[in-house]
């Protein structure tokens, strides 16, 4: 699982993971950037603890949430696609609207995989934060 509240005036998101893969971060021009702050899974033991971690973003940041069905999803030899693959991905298709890189995504998994039947859901949200959707002044560091 995972929570997320966008502050569209503060121009940040916190988000928490309960067993959810790492999210993916890419600021326009940089590297992809995993944000890590996962725990074990909703209801495993009693009185977990979950931390939150708060991104500030600029227009033309993104995030990307997807299910561990991506990463896991194996090719025809057995070898799993894996998070540093879908890491460069992203990188590689940045220029691209979110639409296009979904479809390309979902084009690249399925040749990886050979089939377009998968043994687990694969699944992904991708968040693009655009120009001025926030209520930072201009001189602010966050638009």
């Given amino acids: 699982m995972i929570y997320g509240v966008v502050d569209t005036l503060k121009c940040s998101i916190d988000l928490c993971q309960a067993g959810h893969p790492h999210l993916l ?20 033991l009693p009185d977990t603890h979950y931390e939150s971690v708060t991104i500030d ?25 894996g998070s540093e693959r879908l890491r460069r991905f992203v ?15 979902n084009a690249y998994i399925t040749e990886w995989h050979g089939d377009t ?3 687990d859901d694969i699944s992904v949200l991708m968040l693009e934060f655009g120009p001025n959707n926030c209520g930072c002044e201009p001189v602010s560091n966050c638009c």
Avoid: W
Wanted: charged residues 25%.
């Fill in 91 to 105: 990188e590689a298709t940045s220029e691209f609207e979110i639409g296009v890189v979904m479809q390309k995504l």
């Fill in 117 to 119: 039947s998968f043994e």
């Fill in 57 to 81: 973003y600029r227009a033309g940041d993104r995030i990307f949430v997807y299910s561990d069905g991506i990463t896991e999803c194996e090719s025809p030899e057995g070898e799993m696609f």
């Fill in 25 to 44: 971060y890419l600021k326009p021009d940089h590297a992809g950037e995993f944000i890590a702050n996962s725990n074990l899974p909703v209801g495993i």
